[in-house]
């Protein structure tokens, strides 16, 4: 279980790399989901210039007569469903997907070369308890080179998005921006959570002088891509 209650300390137990999977595989199977399901479908989602330039069909009881109980079940859903499909924000928020992931690389980037404890950050940050797998899949080189892979990613994306975005009235569900903000969230913790281990028994786990060089640099020039961006 990617989360549980541990009776003896009172506590949540969280397995991180089980709970990362378990969210990613959620996910997928929300999208399948909404993939399959016309009423879905058709409401939420198409986002961006993939909407349809006619609004969906909203769901119109029919009057004059007296409605049956499934009837009434169907208006009921589907005027939520249409109340829910109306949350929209601006395209342009996709930004904040690109600014969460360079923000989030940042961040654990400075965690790692501080040496800071990642289990123990976790547990004070959050008020529960980790449980750490019982042997590491990943060795800090391979963390260091998701990192830096996801790294220039979200760096690449953030600058199209700024310098070549246009002015746009398109529109997207506000579930779309919170499951891709979500998304890289997940994806920037799930570069290192198989490597957990590693942290845990390593006081100083970027210790190496290349190590060191390599993410430094890759620090250095998102530092110079964001000034670039915006000058």
């Known amino acids: 279980m990617p989360l549980r209650f541990d009776q003896v300390s009172g ?15 959620l996910a997928t199977c929300a999208i399948l989901l909404v993939n399959f399901t016309p009423a879905l ?48 924000l601006p395209h342009r928020y996709f930004l904040h997907f690109y600014i969460v992931s360079v923000t989030l690389s940042l961040f654990w980037a400075t965690v790692f070369l501080c040496g800071i404890n990642v289990e123990a950050f976790l547990s ?38 700024v310098a070549f975005a246009k002015p746009s009235k398109a529109k997207m569900w506000i579930g779309h921006w919170v499951l891709g903000i979500l998304f890289y969230v997940g994806m920037s913790c799930a570069i290192w959570v198989d490597g957990i281990r590693t942290y845990k ?13 390599f993410i430094a640099k890759n620090l250095y020039e998102m530092h110079c891509f964001l000034m670039r961006s915006y000058i």
């Open 11 to 25: 506590g949540i137990v969280v397995d991180p790399p089980l709970l990362l999977r378990a969210f990613f595989l």
């Open 41 to 88: 479908r058709e409401r939420f989602l198409a986002y961006g210039s993939r909407t349809p330039l006619s609004p969906p069909t909203k769901h119109v009881p029919r009057k004059g007569a007296v409605a049956s109980y499934s009837s009434r079940l169907e208006t009921l859903v589907l005027s939520h469903l249409d109340y829910l499909s109306s949350l929209q």
């Open 124 to 161: 004070s940050a959050f008020a529960i308890s980790i449980e750490v797998p019982a042997k590491s899949t990943m060795t800090v080189g391979q963390i260091a080179l998701g990192w830096i892979l996801m790294s220039v990613q979200g760096l690449r994306r953030l600058y199209e998005c």
């Open 201 to 213: 028994y390593s006081p100083e786990p970027l210790s190496a002088p290349l190590t060191n060089l």
